[in-house]
């Protein structure tokens, strides 16, 4: 199983990027994907989330209304739109696979077995 996320990088504050998280080594679309981020001295959180079986998608209350998740299935793909950047979006970015056997919420990262290494999203003032 492989993860592997890019598309970070620096914007302005109201600007946008799209993450890509590529994944490989299991059957994409039987699973739910989540992207989370973590700040400097802070706990790592969810961002987004979907199910890629069914669509549902889940999404933190910091950015519903500017992120859209989506999933490519022919391509094994997720991807994070954000629009109207904020500084406090400035984080890591990392994508994840949830584990089916784990009873928990998508915003539960205990819940995800395998992560990406991540990617670094900076949003100046």
């Known amino acids: 199983v492989q993860l592997v996320e890019s598309g970070g990088g620096l914007v302005q504050a109201g600007g946008s990027l799209r993450l890509s998280c590529a994944a490989s080594?299991?059957?994409?679309?039987?699973?739910?994907i989540g992207w989370f981020r973590q700040a400097p001295g802070k706990e790592r959180k969810a961002v987004a989330a979907?199910?890629?079986?069914?669509?549902?998608?889940y999404y933190a209350d910091s950015v519903r209304g500017r992120f859209t998740i989506s999933g490519d299935n022919a391509k094994n793909t997720v991807y994070l739109q954000m629009d109207s950047l904020k500084p406090e979006d400035t984080a890591v970015y990392h994508c994840?696979?949830?584990?089916?056997?784990?009873?928990?919420?998508?915003?539960?990262?205990?819940?995800?077995?395998?992560w990406g290494q991540g990617t670094q999203v900076t949003v100046s003032s």
């Open positions: 080594g299991f059957a994409f679309d039987d699973y739910v």
């Open positions: 994840a696979r949830k584990n089916p056997d784990i009873l928990s919420v998508p915003a539960d990262p205990e819940g995800y077995d395998y």
């Open positions: 979907i199910n890629l079986s069914d669509g549902y998608r």
